[in-house]
């Protein structure tokens, strides 16, 4: 395993959002030669918010990106601990839906023995071009598992932890979510937890990624997909002002 470079997560952001920031480039370039251009005062008005818009994009994006990804405790992993409310797994599940940047880095934190790596991609499902993206890039590691999101190649009641980082919320319906926590409940030993980390559609997210922040649920979603599941939320907490942990138990 190699460590993280120091830009490591601003970077794969942008080569698997490529697209948006061609786009933004090229909306700069047009406002900037609109605003030099045209006469009409309104007109360059509008320009100039045009490229203020763009501008703000890029580097709010971009630099949120740089510092949850890169400078902040998510990948230092000092959150564990309180996520896992002193538990000491021997037996973990980690879950992904496409794009596995942690499974290693976490379980060389933990220490496991027992350690199992799902893969829930489905083609016809995750349709998100940057997900694809990311899945081209960045193959599963060795030993991962494919698995439906609502069926995994898993004991019941064998697991101390079922992990997800940063991926479920590809999962876009209500329905899937709670058939996927179904499934953790079901791999879960009694007491067992599940680890959810995800952007949440909230204020912070909007501000800083735009309509972007569409793509993520809210937190008010995960706890009902969790709960309807049949887990328990037991803890519920930020790793930056962007992202958030939710710890849910099978009692």
């Keep these: 395993m190699t460590a993280r470079g120091p830009w490591q997560g ?12 061609v786009a933004a480039v090229a909306a700069l370039l047009a406002c ?29 994006s971009l630099g949120v990106s740089h510092v949850v990804y890169d400078r902040s405790d998510l990948y230092r ?40 790596v799902l893969d829930h991609f489905d083609a016809a499902r995750m349709t998100e071009p940057s997900i694809r993206r990311a899945r081209r890039l960045y193959p599963p590691v060795d030993g991962t598992l494919p698995a439906a999101y609502d069926r995994w190649p898993e004991e019941a009641a064998g697991a101390d932890v079922v992990f997800a980082l940063l991926a479920i919320h590809e999962l ?52 009902h997909c969790g709960q309807a599941a049949g887990l328990r939320l037991v803890d519920e907490f930020r790793v930056t002002p962007w992202v958030r942990v939710f710890s849910m138990e099978r009692s």
Excluded at 10 to 21: D, E, S
Excluded at 35 to 57: E, I, K, Q
Aim: charged share 15%; net charge positive.
């Design 10 to 21: 601003m970077w794969t952001i942008a080569r698997l959002n490529w697209p948006f920031y």
């Design 32 to 60: 900037a030669a609109a605003v030099m251009l045209l006469t009409s005062v309104p007109l360059r008005l509008l320009a100039a918010l045009g490229f203020v818009g763009a501008l703000y994009f890029m580097v709010g």
């Design 77 to 116: 992993w000092g959150w564990l601990a309180r996520a896992l409310r002193d538990l000491q797994p021997g037996k973990v599940v980690c879950c992904h839906a496409g794009f596995d940047e942690c499974s290693e880095a976490l379980r060389a934190q933990l220490g496991v023995a027992h350690w199992i």
């Design 172 to 223: 876009r319906s209500d329905a899937e979510r709670i058939a996927w926590f179904r499934e953790a409940r079901r791999c879960l030993r009694q007491g067992g937890l599940t680890v959810v980390v995800e952007h949440t559609r909230d204020v912070a997210n909007f501000l800083a990624f735009g309509p972007g922040f569409l793509h993520f649920h809210s937190p008010a979603t995960w706890r």
